[in-house]
């Protein structure tokens, strides 16, 4: 009879170990999970704020951008180089500013581009075709926005 026991409760003791090694096992794997999400979440809302101050930046600049570019406009052609110097200056300054986001920096560099463009266009005393520095930047935000999170694996 004690060898018969001796088999039952060694039966129930692994039976015992299996079960906690199951229940240690499935709690390490949903605080892992649990990690991940507050991880994920947190870069999410970083990421999301980041892009909200970057946006503001580049607005700003937009906004001082095109009351310089009225300016030029009206300059008289004696002072046509210094304001199109400025305009220059402008731009350069624009491509040392850091941006929070890759989508930050992807429209800094596309407004960076259409300023240059107009600079161009200036110099050569206007033409029919103007860029539109505003709507480079809207459509590369939007476009951002559009494509938020898709480059992180689920």
Same mark, same amino acid.
């Given at each position: 009879m004690t060898a018969g026991? +001796? *088999?039952s409760s060694s039966g129930t003791s692994g039976r015992k170990a299996a079960i906690?090694?199951?229940?240690?096992?499935?709690?390490a794997s949903a605080t892992t999970a649990m990690l991940a999400f507050t991880a !994920?979440? !947190?870069a999410r809302e970083a990421d999301a704020k980041g892009l909200a101050a970057d946006?503001? +930046?580049?607005?700003?600049?937009? !906004?001082e951008w095109q009351a310089q570019v009225d300016e030029? $406009?009206? @300059? @008289? @052609? $004696? +002072?046509r180089a210094t304001v199109l110097g400025r305009l220059v200056e402008r731009g350069e300054a624009l491509s040392s500013w850091k941006p929070r986001t890759p989508?930050?920096? *992807?429209?800094? +560099?596309?407004?960076?581009? @259409?300023m240059e463009v107009r600079v161009l266009i200036l110099r050569e005393g206007g033409s029919d075709r103007n860029p539109d520095e505003a709507g480079v930047l809207a459509t590369t935000l939007r476009q951002c926005e559009a494509q938020r999170g898709r480059d992180v694996d689920i």
């Open positions: 026991n +001796d *088999e906690g090694v199951v229940v240690v096992a499935f709690l !994920s979440h !947190s946006t503001a +930046d580049l607005r700003g600049v937009l !906004s030029a $406009g009206r @300059a @008289a @052609a $004696g +002072d989508c930050g920096q *992807e429209a800094r +560099d596309n407004l960076r581009k @259409a």
